[in-house]
């Protein structure tokens, strides 16, 4: 029988393998950005983590999941996918408030019930924000094709890929403005001051870097 994990530590953990998947040197300072807590915390949530053989952390300051931290964190991130996918699919949630309750039913979810989701819904499929169970980092996705929306060439159109969903209140942003995975968005003008003029099926917007840095975009290919 396998021993019972914290709510804090498994957040901890999943912190550390989704900045990894997402191509991030993980340091102190990522996780008490990530996790918005201070670093003392961090620095003490680390001592316990390192103490239980979850992470190990050299003179680089780098943090690196062992196998047994890496097992857990995955478990943790698998769990908050299928949750995700339960809310959407299941109970038509919307796909931008899933996140927050994901967070928190991650925790709760017991092994038989992770069991029924897998044959449910299976592993391989994307998150309500267009996410795998792992994000990829901006290289895998650069060989699909697939780009951030602040990057992407003017006067194009683009299908929405997915969309950072750990920021509640960008998501309800995006919503607002049209920008939903699987969508249509088109850039009218890239501006000078990093703003974005674009164009969605509920109008015409306006959008600043911080927002379209967290837009993934595929161009559209033109109908034959």
Request: aromatic share 6%; net charge positive.
């Amino acid at each position: 029988m396998k021993t019972a994990i914290s709510v804090s530590k498994e957040d901890y953990l999943k912190a550390i393998l989704e900045a990894e998947s997402e191509g991030q040197t993980v340091i102190s300072a990522t996780l008490a950005h990530w996790l918005k807590v201070s670093p003392p915390a961090v620095s003490m949530a680390l001592r316990r983590l390192k103490r239980d053989g979850y992470v190990d952390v050299k003179n680089d300051g780098i943090i690196r999941l062992t196998p047994k931290g890496r097992e857990a964190a995955y478990r943790t991130a698998l769990r908050h996918h299928l949750v995700e996918r339960m809310l959407s699919e299941i109970f038509g949630m919307p796909w931008y408030e899933v996140h927050d309750e994901a967070e928190r039913l991650e925790h709760a979810v017991s092994a038989a019930f992770e069991a029924r989701l897998l044959e449910k819904l299976g592993e391989k499929g994307t998150c309500p924000h267009g996410n795998s169970v792992l994000p990829e980092t901006p290289t895998q996705r650069n060989r699909q094709g697939i780009q951030m929306l602040s990057t992407a060439r003017e006067d194009a159109d683009y299908t929405v890929c997915s969309l950072y969903e750990r920021d509640p209140e960008l998501l309800r942003f995006l919503h607002q403005v049209g920008i939903e995975p699987g969508g249509r968005v088109r850039i009218v003008r890239k501006n000078y001051d990093q703003t974005v003029a674009i164009e969605t099926p509920s109008g015409a917007f306006t959008i600043g870097a911080p927002a379209a840095d967290k837009v993934w975009v595929k161009k559209r290919r033109p109908k034959t």
